[in-house]
């Protein structure tokens, strides 16, 4: 573990009987900073999530957290660590209120105002039985169980799965807020892209069990261009010469291009003496993410 990291995974692999759900990841997490964990179902995210505070032990490899082994946490590092699923078991015998008196009596840090506010905005009944809530509503209180001790590491698994839109912008806003804190470590997985975009600093997309991609997002961004091409007479060439060509759909004299890693000086002259016009563009998001797990 770096000293900076407050979180560190080295080589680390999982297996469920002949099923391996994770296969030799490593990264380095620092202070601050705001990951999603992207994916298809399967990939591991939920798996690396459960190694981190120490529900799942490695097959093999290293898991630590604030300098130490994620098996060997004591109490008071767990404390400050808030952890929300989109199967967060609950005790459902229980009603809010006494779920967050549990709460508040585990955790040192708990934000009483914090936790009443959101009590009111996800409008939580204090009286209602955990068991009587609906998949929703079960969602609004793990997140307020997550977050309300305001946790130095944050980790959200599909918090928003169950959401509707409205509660789910309230969520995001409350992410907004909760990021503000420089020093505060977050990381989210979530297969709505589009919020996903809205909160992170940094892309883990995985797949099978491994790390496809972690870097910061503004990197990423600058690593893929799609690229319109016409013919500017007759139709294009037969090969396109184009440095980082990833895919190619064409007709006649024009064709949509998607490049990886172009310097956009060289690719104006590749286009130039391909003897088309083109106009070029960034990806979006979604773009980028199917490109980097399907390779189109």
């Given at each position: 573990?770096?000293?900076?990291?407050?979180?560190?995974?080295?080589?680390?692999?999982?297996?469920?009987?002949?099923?391996?759900?994770?296969?030799?990841?490593?990264?380095?997490?620092?202070?601050?900073?705001?990951?999603?964990?992207?994916?298809?179902?399967?990939?591991?995210?939920?798996?690396?999530?459960?190694?981190m505070i120490g529900l799942l032990l490695p097959s093999h490899g290293h898991v630590e957290v604030f300098g130490t082994e994620a098996r060997d946490l004591t109490g008071a590092q767990v404390a400050r660590i808030g952890y929300v699923s989109q199967?967060?078991?609950?005790?459902?015998?229980?009603?809010?209120?006494?779920?967050?008196?549990?709460?508040?009596?585990?955790?040192?840090?708990?934000?009483?105002?914090?936790?009443?506010?959101?009590?009111?905005?996800?409008?939580?009944?204090?009286?209602?039985?955990?068991?009587q809530l609906s998949g929703g509503q079960k969602q609004r209180l793990s997140i307020v169980l997550g977050v309300a001790h305001e946790p130095e590491v944050l980790l959200l698994d599909e918090p928003a799965a169950a959401l509707d839109p409205i509660?789910?912008?309230?969520?995001?806003?409350?992410?907004?807020?909760?990021?503000?804190?420089?020093?505060?470590?977050?990381?989210?997985?979530?297969?709505?892209?589009?919020?996903?975009?809205?909160?992170?600093?940094?892309?883990?997309?995985?797949?099978?069990?491994?790390?496809?991609?972690?870097?910061?997002?503004?990197?990423?961004?600058?690593?893929?261009?799609?690229?319109?091409?016409?013919?500017?007479?007759?139709?294009?060439?037969?090969?396109?010469?184009?440095?980082?060509?990833?895919?190619?759909?064409?007709?006649?004299?024009?064709?949509?291009?998607?490049?990886?890693?172009?310097?956009?000086?060289?690719?104006?002259?590749?286009?130039?003496?391909?003897?088309?016009?083109?106009?070029?563009?960034?990806?979006?998001?979604?773009?980028?993410?199917?490109?980097?797990?399907?390779?189109?």
């Amino acid at each position: 573990m770096t000293s900076e990291s407050i979180i560190s995974v080295r080589n680390l692999s999982r297996e469920f009987g002949a099923t391996k759900a994770l296969s030799g990841v490593s990264l380095e997490i620092g202070s601050g900073s705001v990951v999603g964990v992207l994916g298809p179902n399967g990939c591991g995210k939920t798996t690396l999530m459960k190694h981190m505070i120490g529900l799942l032990l490695p097959s093999h490899g290293h898991v630590e957290v604030f300098g130490t082994e994620a098996r060997d946490l004591t109490g008071a590092q767990v404390a400050r660590i808030g952890y929300v699923s989109q199967d967060s078991e609950l005790l459902t015998w229980l009603n809010v209120g006494e779920t967050l008196d549990f709460a508040r009596a585990h955790h040192p840090g708990w934000n009483e105002q914090l936790a009443e506010r959101l009590v009111k905005e996800f409008e939580l009944k204090r009286h209602q039985k955990v068991g009587q809530l609906s998949g929703g509503q079960k969602q609004r209180l793990s997140i307020v169980l997550g977050v309300a001790h305001e946790p130095e590491v944050l980790l959200l698994d599909e918090p928003a799965a169950a959401l509707d839109p409205i509660v789910r912008q309230d969520f995001l806003d409350l992410l907004m807020e909760l990021i503000q804190d420089g020093d505060r470590t977050i990381l989210i997985s979530s297969h709505i892209l589009t919020d996903v975009e809205k909160v992170i600093d940094k892309v883990l997309i995985m797949d099978q069990g491994a790390v496809h991609c972690f870097q910061p997002l503004d990197d990423l961004r600058e690593e893929y261009f799609r690229v319109s091409l016409s013919a500017l007479t007759g139709e294009l060439p037969k090969e396109l010469a184009l440095s980082g060509l990833k895919h190619v759909a064409r007709s006649g004299a024009v064709a949509t291009v998607t490049i990886h890693n172009p310097q956009r000086a060289e690719l104006e002259r590749e286009v130039e003496r391909l003897g088309c016009k083109a106009e070029i563009r960034h990806l979006e998001f979604d773009e980028i993410y199917r490109l980097v797990v399907t390779g189109k």
